[in-house]
Structure formats: C-alpha cells, structure tokens
Nanobody
Framework: QVQLVESGGGLVQAGASLRLSCAAS????????MGWFRQAPGKERESVAA????????YYADSVKGRFTVSRDNAKNTMYLQMNSLKPEDTAVYYC??????????????????WGQGTQVTVSS
C-alpha cells in the first residue's frame, strides 16, 4: 500500500516562493513516477509537474515552466516542488501522486494510482 503525505502549503503573497514536499512509503519506488497535480475550486484537476524516479527526468505543464522545479530525493523517498514567482492563479489544493512507470503519461492525472490528501496553496494579489 503506497502512502503519500504532502506538506509545505500555505498563504503567501504574489511573487513569493513555497516548497512542497511529498513523503512516500509502502514500497520501493525505483520503477515509479511521481507527479504534482492541483485543483482549484470549480475547476478540473490539472497537471503541474512530474519526475521519473529512475533517472530523474522531469516534466512540466506549460503554465509553470520556468517558475516551478520538481525534484526527488531517492534516499528519503521524497519528492519536492519548488514554486517561485507565485501568482494568484496558482491558488489550489496541490496533490502528489504515484504510479508504476510505463514510460508515458507523466502529466496525465488519470494514469496515476495513488494519491496524497492534498495541501492548500493560496496566493494573494
């Protein structure tokens, strides 16, 4: 049973930074991919970023390229999302998710099997 626990959300002003963490447990993640997704009120869940656990290759949604950085610490089984230059439109509940890595669909939320409980990020203008 995979368990994912997010932390690091909060309320910040536009232009500020936050770092989210996702601690994973329950299995060996060497053949897994993990991703960050977000959902704002009244909107569908959308992709943010993902990382291939095997070689660290990263993937980003266009809306966050150049501002957000996803990374992983293999020894700690933890994924991070460094968010810089935050905008009010980044306000959402952020979820981390995990799946066995079949080599595709890294930014497709419906391909992920395991999800965390989410952490709120609110960016004020």
């Amino acid at each position: 049973q995979v368990q994912l626990v997010e932390s690091g959300g909060g309320l910040v002003q536009a232009g500020a930074s936050l770092r989210l963490s996702c601690a994973a447990s329950g299995r060996t993640f060497s053949s897994y991919a993990m991703g960050w997704f977000r959902q704002a009120p009244g909107k569908e869940r959308e992709s943010v970023a993902a990382v291939n656990w095997r070689d660290g290759r990263t993937y980003y949604a266009d809306s966050v390229k150049g501002r957000f950085t996803v990374s992983r610490d293999n020894a700690k089984n933890t994924m991070y999302l460094q968010m810089n230059s935050l905008k009010p439109e980044d306000t959402a509940v952020y979820y981390c998710a995990a799946k066995y890595d079949y080599g595709l669909g890294y930014l497709s939320p419906n391909t992920y099997d395991d999800w965390g409980q989410g952490t709120q990020v609110t960016v004020s203008s």
